[in-house]
């Protein structure tokens, strides 16, 4: 399967809404189906959520929401596997081929679907099983027409190496943060392999960002959206994942897709970002 213009334009530059919040804590079900519809209206084309999204009492919670909230909107959900909230404070990893036959099964009956659009290996860097094991049951669902496309989430650009000597990859999905940009090498690997990058936690740095912050101030717009549309455009292949629980914030991550870019945001942005 290659990676044509159409699946590049269709996943890179984008700001998804990512559902991992709603996992954390008890959740108002029709507060979380609210915030997820907002950010669908607002113009949100992808939602990313997981099997490990789940409350302690209900495993499913995380794929539940986006399968209600996506239902006749035509918008792409990707989800993961291979990784299971089990407890209160405890999650497994297990990419066997075992494993991810059986969790992709769940996932399509939660979606009412005979094919899922994206389907990751959520802890390729907590599993035993080498990733080449989970990347090979990737490919042969993906053949077999139960995925549409495949990705790896929390893996390296080695790791990315072995996996792509097997098939091919639509989408990698790791935490990279608009200051700290922590996988700039998994970035660099995604342009030159024409795979689309996932940034998850793209806020989550205690880098300041004064610079940005005075930009801000001076449009009347959050510091926050002027972080995502930097991580927007730092690469080509790069879409950002919001974890909005808000309609609000949804809203303003949404934003940062249309927000004007300048010489000068990007010279600001330059002096801000401390790569880690």
Not at 201 to 218: H, Y
């Given at each position: 399967m290659q990676f044509s213009d159409e699946m590049m334009q269709e996943f890179s530059g984008r700001v998804v809404l990512g559902l991992a919040g709603f996992s954390m804590t008890p959740r108002d079900r029709a507060a979380d189906l609210a915030t997820i519809r907002a950010g669908i209206d607002a113009g949100a084309t992808i939602l990313d959520t997981a099997r490990a999204y789940a409350q302690v009492d209900n495993p499913l919670y995380g794929e539940e929401l986006a399968a209600e909230a996506a239902e006749g909107t035509g918008v792409i959900v990707g989800t993961k596997g291979g990784h299971s909230r089990i407890s209160a404070d405890t999650w497994d990893a297990d990419i066997s081929a075992a494993r991810i036959r059986s969790d992709v099964e769940s996932s399509l009956k939660v979606f009412g679907r005979e094919q899922l659009d994206l389907y990751y290996l959520h802890r390729v860097d907590l599993a035993d099983q080498p990733v080449e094991e989970g990347v090979t049951a990737l490919a042969t669902l993906r053949d077999e027409g139960k995925l549409a496309r495949i990705g790896l989430s929390n893996v390296t650009a080695a790791e990315l190496e072995r996996a792509t000597a097997i098939t091919h990859l639509d989408a990698v999905q790791n935490r990279h943060t608009a200051m700290g940009r922590e996988a700039d090498d998994v970035v660099a690997w995604c342009e030159a392999n024409q795979v689309s990058f996932f940034a998850y936690?793209?806020?989550?740095?205690?880098?300041?960002?004064?610079?940005?912050?005075?930009?801000?101030?001076?449009r009347g717009?959050?510091?926050?959206?002027?972080?995502?549309?930097?991580?927007?455009?730092?690469?080509p292949v790069v879409s950002v994942i919001s974890g909005a629980t808000r309609p609000q914030t949804a809203l303003d991550s949404i934003a940062a897709e249309r927000e004007p870019w300048s010489d000068e945001l990007q010279a600001a942005y330059e002096a801000d970002v401390r790569p880690v």
């Open positions: 936690s793209p806020l989550r740095s205690s880098i300041p960002a004064p610079r940005l912050t005075a930009i801000a101030d001076q717009v959050s510091v926050q959206r002027l972080q995502l549309s930097a991580l927007l455009h730092s690469s």
